[in-house]
């Protein structure tokens, strides 16, 4: 079809377009049939502190969260909570750290050195954690992790966020008197407890929106030492129990298993250390999910948020 040559069609054309474009259904202005708003959550943050054998309580707390559908996004680690928390950051599931946990030989983790007093060198638990993450970095593991040391030189907090993941662990993990100080990149390093018995800080820092945090540290048992080691030991254990609780005073929820019973080297009692973990973290859950919900609903993630 043709139009004529006469220009009377314009104003026709013009009308029809009009009424095409504005006439009929008008689109709803409101994103009704829109997709969905996708709610942003809250980053949970896990904080594991350090306590040598009680941290396999560690374990019992990320299985009962993990049986309440909480699963941490960030997990910082010190000590012996470095331990676990690389192994929960690679992706094993509870059940599989509880595995490990149960096959774990002492033998597989010490290596004592003579010459250099009798202290544990921690090559071992180096190679240890490395060959159950595969050699998989720390910026590589599944969930974004944090390994928290002390730098022996000027006693400042180290956060191990990349490099090697089971050179981070050991030193994390290297009690002073018991471990060797760990030399990494011309600098030695020992246990993160010193300066930050259970890490919320490096959890804020990953990104954390809330922080649960497992608290396994020694208290002083009220007892008068009668002897130089045990006044040392029980002095250690006052300084580290200030420094807990500024910095647990950061955290939304803190998590403390029953474990003060367990030695420092009572490795065959993680059955119990995991059972106490697990009872303490189910009577922390009502709390914990309190505040998940408060939380997503400050974040504005109600269902009728747009």
Not at 7 to 23: D, H, T, Y
Not at 54 to 59: E, S, Y
Not at 207 to 223: E, K, L, W
Request: net charge neutral; glycine share 12%.
């Amino acid at each position: 079809m043709r139009f004529p040559r006469s220009r009377s069609w314009l104003p026709l054309l013009c009308a029809a377009l009009l009424a095409g474009c504005f006439g009929g259904s008008k689109p709803d202005p409101r994103p009704d049939n829109a997709l969905p708003v996708l709610a942003a959550k809250p980053r949970v943050g896990l904080a594991l502190g350090g306590g040598a054998a009680k941290g396999f309580a560690h374990i019992g707390v990320i299985k009962m969260l993990e049986a309440n559908g909480i699963h941490a996004d960030v997990v910082s680690g010190t000590s012996a909570g470095s331990v676990v928390g690389a192994l929960y950051a690679s992706g094993m599931d509870a059940f599989q750290l509880q595995e490990t946990a149960f096959s774990l030989d002492e033998g597989k983790i010490r290596d004592v050195r003579f010459f250099s007093g009798g202290l544990v060198q921690g090559q071992k638990l180096q190679d240890y954690v490395n060959q159950l993450l595969r050699q998989t970095p720390i910026e590589k593991l599944r969930i974004p992790f944090a390994a928290v040391a002390t730098e022996l030189e000027d006693g400042e907090r180290a956060v191990f966020i990349r490099g090697n993941a089971g050179q981070a662990v050991r030193a994390s993990s290297s009690i002073p008197g018991v471990f060797e100080p760990v030399e990494i990149a011309g600098k030695h390093f020992v246990d993160g407890g010193v300066v930050s018995p259970v890490p919320v800080d490096a959890a804020r820092q990953l990104g954390a929106d809330i922080v649960i945090a497992v608290d396994i540290s020694a208290r002083p048992d009220g007892s008068n030492p009668d002897s130089m080691v045990g006044i040392v030991g029980q002095s250690i254990t006052i300084m580290g129990r200030k420094l807990a609780e500024q910095e647990l005073g950061r955290a939304d929820i803190v998590i403390r298993p029953k474990v003060g019973q367990i030695g420092l080297t009572d490795f065959d009692q993680k059955n119990v250390a995991i059972l106490e973990g697990e009872r303490a973290a189910l009577a922390a859950m009502p709390a914990i999910k309190a505040k998940l919900a408060a939380k997503t609903a400050a974040m504005g993630n109600t269902p009728a948020a747009k």
